[in-house]
């Protein structure tokens, strides 16, 4: 009986509640939600390493993620070195080879890995100080062994030759050149003629003139403490010493005055690959980096955006348009793409044009931007839900200089904007 008198229940509250409801009308937009950073703290080593602890304790898990701000180097005739780097900076450390700390690693269950930029690791929280020692050690103490540069330089080359038939790769060649030039370390390009000049030294050097404490930040999240950490970083990273990092003369890349057409032939390709590409400033936290969001994700943002439905939906040319827009410290980039049928590649690109065209001179609706601004606010606020987010963000205030507010006041900023 029970069960019946539940069911009629619900029944005429929806029914009443359908009688009070418009719904041929969108609902007003509330307020935006007030948004809370989450808890994190933060110390300082004597040597300049920052350190942001975010504590969460759902999980017995602990991540260190050490990030490495130097500039960005021209490699030149060498270009490739710096990947190499990341590669080689775990390989071996002076009292351990690969194959030794490779079994570390696996016996306490933690992942771990290197690049150009740092190092990340995980493990369950009873084993993080050993994960702790061991990326101490890869950082402070590589040893930069010959035999394995040796199968990195082979692996790398073994890589580029898939770049030469690889539509993707062969794009995003020909944007590093177009968009940036050769004067630009963004222009950079490698290939197997500039790996070749690439020497053991290029590697030692540029650890030594880029990786130091006192441009590092290491993030700590998971189930632990401040108070808990703080003295296990100062034992393992406090004898690193600080350094003065090589500043590179960094040009930004001029825009192009005109439409610049660039062209590689495939032959016997089914697909024509097309990236449209622009370099502009834009960098967390400047006064246009939350409109440009906006703005991208109206025009090719996701299956809903302008020219998806254009070139997808209406035209039937791919099976996806998007573009983005890259914040970037030095300079970013806007690209739009498409792999379309190889017949179609002239009206792919007229439709390109005229979506860029269009919301350049009509602008957007008032549709479109409340339902983006509604996007990326729950975009937003389920990102805040991982910890590693938090420290991404406490990163960034410090690296951008940002205000202390800045993304507690984020969401606030996105819906006042027009």
């Not at 938090?390 to 951008?400: E, G, K, L, Q, S």
């Amino acid at each position: 009986m029970r069960k019946y008198i539940v069911i009629l229940f619900l029944g005429l509250f929806s029914a009443t509640a359908m009688a009070q409801v418009d719904r041929t009308k969108a609902p007003a937009p509330g307020p935006a939600p007030k948004i809370s950073l989450g808890e994190y703290e933060s110390f300082t080593l004597k040597n300049g390493l920052k350190v942001i602890v975010v504590t969460n304790h759902k999980l017995p898990v602990v991540s260190y993620s050490l990030v490495v701000d130097a500039d960005p180097v021209q490699e030149g005739n060498k270009a490739g070195y710096v990947d190499l780097f990341g590669e080689m900076l775990s390989r071996g450390t002076k009292t351990q080879t690969k194959a030794q700390l490779d079994e570390e690693i696996d016996l306490i269950g933690a992942s771990f890995s290197t690049s150009p930029s740092g190092a990340y690791g995980k493990s369950l929280k009873r084993h993080h100080e050993k994960l702790l020692a061991l990326m101490a050690d890869v950082i402070l103490n590589p040893s930069f062994p010959q035999s394995e540069f040796d199968k990195v330089v082979k692996k790398m080359l073994d890589g580029l030759s898939t770049v030469k038939t690889d539509a993707d790769m062969i794009a995003e060649n020909l944007i590093s050149r177009s968009a940036y030039g050769k004067s630009h370390p963004y222009g950079d390009i490698t290939t197997d003629s500039t790996v070749a000049k690439i020497s053991l030294d290029d590697v030692r050097n540029y650890y030594a003139q880029n990786f130091m404490p006192n441009i590092s930040y290491l993030a700590v999240v998971g189930d632990i403490t401040k108070a808990e950490v703080q003295p296990l970083v100062e034992k393992y990273f406090g004898g690193w010493a600080k350094g003065t990092p090589v500043k590179s003369k960094i040009t930004p890349p001029q825009p192009p005055s005109s439409v610049q057409i660039v062209m590689n032939d495939r032959a016997g390709s089914a697909q024509s690959t097309i990236r449209l590409v622009y370099p502009l400033q834009n960098k967390i936290g400047d006064p246009d980096y939350i409109r440009l969001r906006l703005l991208n994700n109206i025009l090719g943002g996701g299956a809903t955006a302008r020219l998806f439905m254009n070139l997808r939906e209406k035209h039937g040319y791919t099976y996806g348009a998007y573009s983005s827009i890259t914040a970037d410290k030095h300079v970013g980039l806007f690209e739009a793409s498409a792999d379309v049928r190889t017949e179609v590649t002239d009206s792919a690109i007229y439709q390109f044009i005229y979506e860029l065209n269009k919301i350049s001179t009509q602008g957007v609706t008032a549709e479109e931007l409340t339902n983006t601004k509604n996007e990326l606010t729950g975009k937003f606020a389920i990102g805040l839900e991982n910890p590693q987010t938090v420290a991404t963000f406490a990163i960034n205030i410090d690296r951008y200089k940002l205000s202390k507010d800045y993304y507690n006041n984020y969401l606030t900023t996105l819906n006042v904007l027009l």
